[in-house]
């Protein structure tokens, strides 16, 4: 599952950076972060609340609540900005090259029409089709993703369908006009867990057949075990490592994502205590210096709170740690 | 090992009809939701029995009818041998009083669980107020240092307000509150659902820490597998207001009986598993307005025959050396294949 072709990078995202200024000065959110998604990967982005992971999601499909801005950096989609699109511009590249898939479902559907509706809209925004030939694209989509009954579901409305059929929908939808990189936020935190392994194994094959991208913005680091190709973990706004997805959990090379790795209870071992990182994530306001990870790691050395380490190779993967620089 | 608590039979309804107007009107008849429907578990004093089922299974109801937050439909909840609750309560309220000041809660939500304009001194200190009225003022404050040192927060954080506090923190609030009258049982509905992994981890820590220096017997309700697995002495599963499976731990996870817990187990995504295929997991949990007859998994289980969808199964204990026990026809009549794959082999 680890070896994807080497192709050029769908999506490239080169330092970005999202701020908010606020009355007590501007707050940087996600600093500095640089990725590369090819056609057809899963990259996991992982971290714990506050670490940037959903924003860098956000600023990809250009959905930064005001005030947030993009400050900094470029977001390429098969070669072309996309960071810096007018506000029209950008909602047709929503939807058409990009799809969204939110935590929510409910929140993600209009409640008021029924999911046909919603599905046809899409799909004749973005594709030259005509009423009756989105209607039986819809249709197709439905049955895609596993919804029994396709034919007759698509006019009921979203609150007739359960959350794991609701989420199915969504994908539908985010699928509707064929996109090639599919931005998922938490798709499956709000299922069940034998919803959320349903949802996966639609997810995964589908990219499989339409050959689509994926960005899976998770804290759930099983889901990302099973799903993502390569893994960036995110840290106080800034990636700490990123590699390949065997590596980044057996193998890991940055001391927050080895706390955070033994932090996980897993049901295929018994463990009298868990690895703890004591503390906690630094609010915005207060981000150390240095490594912002410091003040919690147990093997911080002066260097460590002076200057800040930027990602370097680590075995397989690239950490940003003064420890895995060459002596 | 004594027991603690213990419930027997025990079934809780929630009438969720239309207004009498609308059944009147619409011709529509009541409603009734069974959120528990005969559960029987006995706790021992001293272990961690834990709780896992999808939501709306009825696990919350189950801890809310024993520290008495609802009242049983049906059963009797006894504590320390004093029924508390339901058929044959006990009418002596001071027996009841002292059994219910054994048992203290923690919820899920630490941001909705503490009062924001109460400071956590005051949070801390208020069960004992209520509970023994007359503790001097100084013994009270000296107790909640003693109890916010114990979490691991500093007496000097008494002053503060819950804002100032992470969630992480905030749990160690409710936490300290729950132990500061001196309870027996703690019963944790989803204690570290709302946390991040590594909060989580610190959580579960100081869980386990508390239990084995005070003695504490716990009930642990969580959606999350792995994480009952971690803390759990023993397991039940929930499907739809009934008890499917309840063995110890160790058994549960090596070799599951019910067909369900085999479901559960191999839908859980586990860090084991990098890029595996696993199996896919068919349906979802039916309308509990209107469960199927018989055995209630019988749409979604592979096993199921005409004895399954008539006749609902009554929790057995299943061969072999455990104290397990399972509530499935095909466990009983030994018609399961072998699984394949045990998870703790992985």
């Not at chain 1, 050029?8 to 007590?24: D, K, N, S, W, Y």
């Not at chain 1, 001391?255 to 990182?277: C, D, F, K, N, W």
């Not at chain 2, 132990?179 to 820590?205: G, H, I, K, R, Y």
């Amino acid at each position: 599952m680890t070896d994807v072709p080497a192709a050029q990078p769908l999506l490239a995202v080169e330092g970005l950076r999202v701020e908010f200024p606020t009355r007590r000065g501007t707050l940087v959110a996600v600093h500095d972060v640089t990725f590369a998604i090819a056609p057809g990967e899963v990259l996991g982005v992982v971290g714990e609340s506050g670490a940037g992971k959903s924003l860098t999601g956000a600023a990809i499909i250009g959905l930064i609540d005001p005030p947030g801005r993009i400050a900094a950096g470029e977001i390429r989609l098969a070669g072309r900005r996309i960071d810096n699109l007018p506000y029209e511009t950008m909602r047709t590249v929503r939807g058409r090259e990009i799809g969204a898939v939110f935590q929510d479902p409910l929140t993600s559907l209009n409640p008021l029409y029924t999911v046909g509706r919603q599905l046809v809209e899409t799909i004749r925004t973005h594709l030259p089709m005509s009423e009756g030939e989105a209607r039986r694209r819809a249709i197709e989509l439905l049955e895609e993703v596993g919804i029994p009954g396709a034919a007759r579901r698509i006019d009921h409305f979203p609150h007739q369908f359960s959350g794991g059929m609701r989420q199915r929908v969504v994908i539908a939808l985010a699928l509707a006009a064929n996109p090639k990189l599919i931005v998922a936020d938490e798709p499956t935190t709000a299922l069940d867990v034998s919803i959320q392994a349903q949802i996966i194994q639609l997810m995964k094959r589908l990219c499989r057949e339409h050959g689509t991208a994926v960005m899976l913005v998770t804290h759930d680091m099983g889901v990302i075990a099973e799903t993502a190709h390569r893994v960036a973990v995110m840290y106080a706004g800034r990636i700490v490592e990123i590699g390949p997805v065997a590596d980044v959990i057996h193998r890991p090379q940055h001391p927050y994502t080895v706390g955070l790795m033994g932090s996980i209870p897993s049901i295929a071992e018994e463990r009298e205590r868990l690895t703890q990182i004591d503390g906690s994530m630094p609010r915005l306001t207060e981000i150390p210096s240095g490594c912002a990870f410091h003040p919690r790691c147990p093997h911080a050395v002066a260097r460590c709170s002076e200057e800040r380490p930027g990602l370097m190779p680590a075995g397989a993967s690239q950490a940003a740690c003064w420890l895995r620089s060459a002596p | 090992m004594t027991e603690l608590v213990k419930l027997e039979g025990v079934a809780r309804y929630f009438d969720v009809s239309p207004p009498w107007l609308n059944r009147v009107l619409e011709g529509r008849g009541r409603v009734i939701l069974r959120a528990v429907d005969g559960v029987d578990l006995t706790i021992r004093k001293g272990e961690t029995v834990g709780l896992v089922g999808e939501s709306g299974c009825g696990k919350s109801t189950v801890a809310r009818v024993i520290v008495g937050l609802y009242a049983p439909t049906r059963g009797t909840v006894r504590y320390d041998e004093v029924a508390i609750a339901g058929e044959g309560a006990a009418s002596d309220p001071r027996a009841l009083r002292r059994a219910r000041r054994g048992m203290q809660m923690i919820f899920q939500d630490p941001y909705a669980s503490l009062n924001p304009r109460w400071r956590v001194a005051e949070i801390v200190a208020e069960p004992i107020r209520s509970q023994a009225p007359d503790t001097p003022r100084g013994e009270i404050a000296a107790r909640v240092a003693d109890l916010l040192c114990q979490v691991g927060l500093a007496a000097a954080d008494g002053a503060k307000y819950p804002h100032q506090f992470s969630g992480g923190q905030r749990q160690r609030i409710s936490i300290a509150r729950a132990l500061s009258t001196n309870p027996a049982f703690l019963v944790c509905d989803e204690p570290t659902s709302a946390l991040d992994v590594s909060v989580q981890a610190q959580v579960l820590n100081l869980m386990r820490d508390l239990q084995r220096g005070l003695g504490l017997t716990y009930l642990f309700i969580s959606h999350n597998l792995a994480v009952v697995h971690h803390i759990a002495d023993r397991v039940g599963v929930m499907y739809l207001g009934r008890i499917v499976e309840l063995a110890p731990t160790r058994d549960l996870f090596a070799d599951p009986q019910h067909p369900y817990t085999r479901m559960l187990l191999d839908a859980v995504p586990d860090l084991t598993m990098t890029g595996e295929a696993r199996t896919a997991v068919a349906g979802e949990v039916p309308n509990p307005l209107d469960p199927p007859p018989g055995c209630a998994f019988h749409p979604r289980c592979p096993y199921a025959d005409e004895r399954c969808r008539r006749e609902v199964p009554a929790l057995r204990a299943v061969g072999g050396s455990s104290d397990g026990q399972a509530a499935c026809h095909a466990v009983e009549e030994d018609r399961l294949s072998p699984r394949v794959v045990p998870i703790a082999a992985r």
